[in-house]
């Protein structure tokens, strides 16, 4: 403990540990009152304090501290999905205004209203009623869990009109994030402050067996990155893979499989700016399934590094065989492998159309539900939920996916024509 704690009386320390500028992490604590901002967006995962740190917000404001606002606000409008969420989560709710340290503003239900004991008043809306926010106006607006809200557009488009009041109205959004257009349309806009928590930053405040059962289960899952990491995890509208199409196939672990293969994608060049070496795992089971078992890919690796790594996989998962492509290497991609385990069986295959029509009848595959992830592989289905016909939206490589689409091809694509496994 630092000298001038020790040196203050008890009831300063405990003081100090129930203060909330010295108890939050940085992404609870506001964006600087005097900067040119109008909406703070706290964007996290489930249970990781977003609904304290709006109740500290208003409480500040209320009360003027200084290092939340330059002058009291007066009049704040409290807006949840429905006035229940208002009462039981942002008011009475174990984080909400009414359970904060220190003294409590006087809550009225009937007149959904908190009164502060220095004249300033939060007044409590739901957003399932848009019109009851036309005509109150306000110096400052919490609204929570948007991204549920069912009139979400014209709710915040009255805010909008009611924050009037004082020399800087601004609005705090704390939310779970979806992808709907309005939580985009704030996350985009210049004069939006964004804060990014995780469940697993509110650890020591959370159930031990809640982190280990649901964390545990989700995490890496498009659910999971939702709710837990607070992640805005979206579809592109002409990808040829969906995440509900993705989440439909999951599975916690594979049958017995017939046959397995490590697929290899690999650069051209390990030089600053080359491409990924996609790595990827598939099986194969007795009914016709595939089963999408590792993502192993490396950035910028020297050929003798991602080969060491496809040939652990192989080993680790006891496949059958190496599917590598030459189009970049030609020989000198099975010459490097054979230098690291000449034992291991390879089949070379070379690319001969673009990838778009080498990766759409994968897709069909999974649309028919012949294929299956086993666990959580967010890198590479970040990739297929981003591949349209144009490629990748960031024009990066999808070295992922293109080992993915070796991988199941081989195991159920390759029809009569199927390439000679050769041992190197």
């Not at 040119?36 to 109740?55: E, I, L, Q």
Request: proline residues 8%; charged residues 20%; hydrophobic residues 45%.
């Amino acid at each position: 403990m630092p000298a001038f704690l020790l040196s203050l009386p008890p009831h300063l320390v405990r003081a100090l540990a129930r203060d909330w500028l010295h108890t939050a992490r940085a992404d609870q604590l506001p964006p600087c009152p005097d900067e040119n901002w109008t909406t703070w967006a706290v964007v996290g995962g489930r249970g990781s304090g977003k609904t304290r740190t709006g109740a500290e917000w208003v409480r500040a404001l209320a009360l003027g501290d200084p290092a939340f606002t330059a002058r009291p606000v007066g009049r704040i409008a409290l807006i949840g999905e429905t006035y229940a969420d208002v009462r039981d989560v942002m008011i009475e709710g174990p984080s909400g205004l009414l359970h904060l340290p220190g003294p409590r503003p006087r809550w009225s239900p009937s007149r959904k209203r908190l009164d502060f004991a220095n004249g300033a008043v939060g007044l409590a809306f739901s957003a399932e009623e848009p019109d009851s926010l036309r005509g109150p106006q306000f110096g400052a607006a919490w609204s929570d869990e948007i991204a549920k809200w069912r009139h979400a557009d014209a709710t915040w488009d009255m805010i909008q009109f009611g924050l009037r009041l004082g020399h800087a109205p601004r609005g705090l959004v704390t939310t779970t994030p979806r992808p709907i257009p309005l939580l985009r349309r704030l996350l985009a806009d210049p004069t939006t402050v964004v804060s990014r928590s995780r469940t697993a930053d509110n650890a020591h405040n959370l159930a031990p067996s809640f982190l280990d059962a649901v964390v545990g289960r989700y995490a890496g899952t498009r659910l999971g990155r939702q709710e837990l990491d607070g992640e805005l995890i979206e579809d592109r509208a002409d990808a040829l893979w969906t995440r509900d199409n993705l989440e439909r196939g999951r599975v916690a672990a594979p049958p017995d499989l017939r046959r397995i293969v490590v697929a290899v994608d690999p650069p051209a060049t390990s030089k600053a700016g080359a491409d990924a070496c996609g790595i990827v795992a598939a099986g194969l089971d007795a009914a016709g399934h595939a089963y999408v078992l590792a993502d192993a890919t490396l950035a910028r690796a020297a050929p003798e590094t991602w080969a060491a790594a496809a040939l652990a996989l192989y080993h680790r998962l006891a496949a059958d065989g190496l599917v590598v492509e030459v189009n970049q290497g030609g020989e000198m991609v099975t010459s490097v492998l054979a230098q690291v385990d000449a034992s291991v069986p390879v089949t070379p295959v070379r690319a001969t159309r673009g990838k778009y029509l080498r990766a759409e009848p994968v897709s069909v595959l999974y649309a028919q539900g012949r294929v299956h992830h086993v666990g959580a592989l967010p890198a590479l289905e970040d990739e297929l939920c981003d591949f349209g016909p144009e490629g990748l939206s960031s024009g990066a490589s999808p070295d992922r996916l293109d080992a993915l689409v070796w991988a199941l091809t081989h195991l159920l694509l390759r029809g009569a024509a199927e390439p000679r496994i050769r041992r190197l």
